[in-house]
């Protein structure tokens, strides 16, 4: 049997992208992106899974100042809808947390979705036809890795109307917003995830989330 397990290197580096990898706000340096780093990501977010192969993703490269801050002003207005939805202490907590880098980051990729690609018909969507979304969300994960791995760092702005974003940006309307990232260098990745270390929810122990064979069912099973 032939052993597709990968090097100790090599398997160390897939994991340190990944425990190392932060959603990242207020770090980004003005730094710009070369051609050939910008290229490699990119291209890993291209080579994400998709459901019948139909690559539904697009990216949008955003560096023009007046969109990126048509982009903040929408984030804005759905921020300050969020906050009225906390109460108390929470709220002020809230307000406080840095969300977003729109402006700080010397780019931004919105990754969509085209749900028209390739037809109505497509293999895998016949019975969940959300699947092409999920699969632009692969893109999205692609990324970010791969992004961390280069040294870069990534901000998810999800506090966004997408129809305020699809506006912006001049989407078809077959063509669904995903994620508006915020991309560039960083002074530094914080050790934990800012929510994290801010207190606003811990992480949760992976023992609490496992369940074998029905919900709900926590009896360990001995493999051999």
């Known amino acids: 049997m032939s052993n597709h397990t990968f090097s100790e290197a090599e398997r160390a580096a897939v994991y340190k992208a990944i425990f190392s990898r932060r959603d990242v706000r207020r770090e980004f340096l003005p730094d710009p992106i070369s051609k050939d780093v910008l290229t490699r990501i990119l291209g890993a977010a291209h080579h994400a899974p998709s459901v019948g192969f139909m690559q539904p993703w697009d990216f949008i490269l955003v560096r023009d100042a007046g969109i990126r801050q048509q982009i903040k002003t929408a984030f804005e207005q759905a921020h300050a809808e969020a906050a009225a939805q906390f109460g108390g202490d929470q709220r002020e907590t809230y307000r ?26 497509v293999i895998g969507r016949t019975q969940n036809p959300e699947m092409d979304l999920y699969s632009s969300v ?7 890795l791969a992004a ?17 974003l699809a506006d912006i940006l001049g989407l078809p309307s077959s063509v669904q917003p995903v994620a508006y990232l915020c991309i560039g260098a960083v002074a530094f990745f914080h050790e934990r995830p800012e929510l994290e270390e801010a207190g606003w929810l811990p992480r949760i122990d992976i023992e609490q989330l496992i369940h074998h064979d029905r919900w709900g069912q926590r009896d ?5």
């Open 138 to 144: 692969c893109a999205v994960q692609n990324l970010w």
């Open 220 to 224: 360990k099973i001995q493999c051999d």
């Open 96 to 121: 406080s947390l840095k969300l977003e880098g729109i402006l700080e980051a010397p780019l931004g990729i919105c990754i969509t979705c085209d749900r028209a690609r390739h037809g109505p018909v």
């Open 148 to 164: 961390r791995a280069e040294g870069l760092g990534v901000g998810w702005v999800s506090i966004i109307d997408h129809a305020a």
